[in-house]
């Protein structure tokens, strides 16, 4: 299969989860950002948590960039994200500031929405009355998309405007009358005016930013948060996010077409992991989940839930690399296998004595798939220290020739470590 090595990758690249997230993109972007003039977030918020293991430390990224540990390339935030400025600047500036690295090259979009306070509360209120309950991450994600669909929410630049204080009071009123919130003007007044201080240095417009860099030649490259399996409009409605998760989330954010990205990286675990509810038909179970849990840390960074761990499920993988135009795979976590015996790999669905091999969003639909399994042989060997790919012991290759033959997309990249130099590059 023709190989297009992403060690000295260059252009226009995005890496989006295929799986339902925590993937790994936090340490992917790190490393590729070495090389990057712009790094951007265009979806999600602060349920998003990218963890990044590097020579500064380890970090748990919400809102901020991965790349913002390359003091060479500009972190944008797109208008798609909705801005948390609470985990912002209370959490992750404090994070880095620990560390010694400078936000200085950070960028928010002046049109993306803001995180209020009563976001964060109505995501709780509303989770807590659901009979079935989506597994909400309650950061106020779902709610301010709400509002800015509504066009009553308020986006970043209204923090300067000359009426915020009125606007403010109108809207907290409005919450406290018609939700019932026992919202504090004055303390949210006081907190935003302080947020609004602290980041005025970091806003701008995003768009015209990227294009003037893209004019110039340089390397873009584009941050995706949680997974296409729980985009919006593609995932298992109820059980997904708010946002546009794959490549479409980059065209409503930056106003870029899907063809112009050079490098569609399709992120994820060399198994599957799922937090929050929902069908997963691959769900693992018995101790071999808890193994997987413990030796993969399975517990998710923005609300510390354990992870459902699953085998790889190629049914969805193949939907997510078709839609988003995926032209190649990065797998992280392929150590976490070392002495397994056997892997399984789904390779299709039945329901009832039917064959299925396609996804469907309906989530009734997917709960009743029951996967059909391919089983591999495992290895025993560490190969955490390995870095070439004909290194790797026979049992390791077969898996990701198996995978890149049924997907016909090629695996680029194969996380044997949490740290960015514990990869193998194909
Ligand atoms: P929300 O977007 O926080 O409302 O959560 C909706 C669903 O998406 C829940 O099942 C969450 O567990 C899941 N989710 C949201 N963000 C992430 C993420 O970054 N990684 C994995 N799952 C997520």
Not at 159 to 180: S, V
Not at 201 to 220: A, C
Not at 245 to 262: E, M
Request: proline share 4%; aromatic share 10%.
């Amino acid at each position: 299969m023709a190989k297009n090595s992403l060690r000295n990758w260059q252009g226009v690249a995005a890496v989006i989860g295929v799986d339902w997230g925590d993937s790994g993109k936090g340490r992917i972007i790190d490393d590729l950002a070495q090389s990057a003039q712009i790094v951007a977030r265009y979806n999600g918020g602060s349920n998003t948590g990218h963890t990044i293991e590097n020579h500064f430390g380890k970090f748990a990224l919400h809102i901020m960039p991965s790349g913002i540990f390359n003091p060479q390339s500009t972190c944008l935030i797109g208008r798609g994200v909705v801005c948390d400025l609470e985990s912002l600047i209370d959490d992750e500036f404090i994070q880095l500031k620990k560390a010694g690295v400078s936000w200085k090259n950070l960028v928010i979009d002046e049109e993306a929405s803001l995180t209020m306070p009563w976001h964060k509360q109505k995501d709780g209120l509303r989770e807590n009355f659901r009979q079935s309950k989506i597994g909400t991450t309650a950061r106020g994600v779902g709610p301010t998309y709400a509002d800015r669909i509504e066009r009553v929410g308020f986006r970043v630049a209204d923090l300067y405007k000359k009426d915020f204080k009125k606007l403010l009071k109108d809207e907290i009123g409005f919450q406290n009358k018609h939700f019932n919130l026992k919202l504090s003007y004055g303390k949210i007044l006081s907190q935003f005016q302080k947020y609004a201080k602290i980041i005025k240095p970091f806003i701008g417009q995003t768009v015209p930013l990227f294009q003037q860099s893209i004019k110039r030649g340089g390397n873009v490259l584009f941050e995706g948060a949680q997974g296409w399996l729980l985009d919006i409009d593609a995932g298992t409605y109820p059980y997904v996010t708010s946002s546009n998760t794959g490549v479409i989330g980059i065209w409503r954010s930056f106003d870029l077409h899907p063809q112009k990205i050079n490098h569609v990286i399709g992120i994820t675990k060399a198994y599957t992991t799922r937090v929050g509810a929902g069908p997963m038909p691959t769900k693992i179970i018995g101790s071999l989940r808890q193994l997987i849990i413990e030796k993969g840390h399975e517990i998710g960074t923005t609300s510390g839930r354990t992870r459902d761990p699953g085998w790889l499920d190629l049914v969805l993988l193949k939907a997510a690399v078709e839609v988003n135009g995926v032209n190649q795979l990065a797998f992280t976590k392929l150590d976490i296998f070392s002495t397994f015996k056997k892997i399984k790999i789904c390779v299709g669905y039945k329901v009832g004595d039917k064959k299925v091999d396609y996804l469907s969003g309906n989530a009734d639909f997917l709960s009743r798939c029951k996967p059909v399994f391919m089983e591999l042989d495992g290895w025993e060997e560490d190969i955490s220290k390995i870095r070439k790919f004909t290194l790797l012991p026979k049992a390791a290759q077969n898996y990701i020739k198996t995978i890149e033959k049924i997907t016909n997309v090629p695996i680029n990249f194969i996380g044997v470590g949490p740290r960015r130099e514990e990869v193998i590059y194909v």
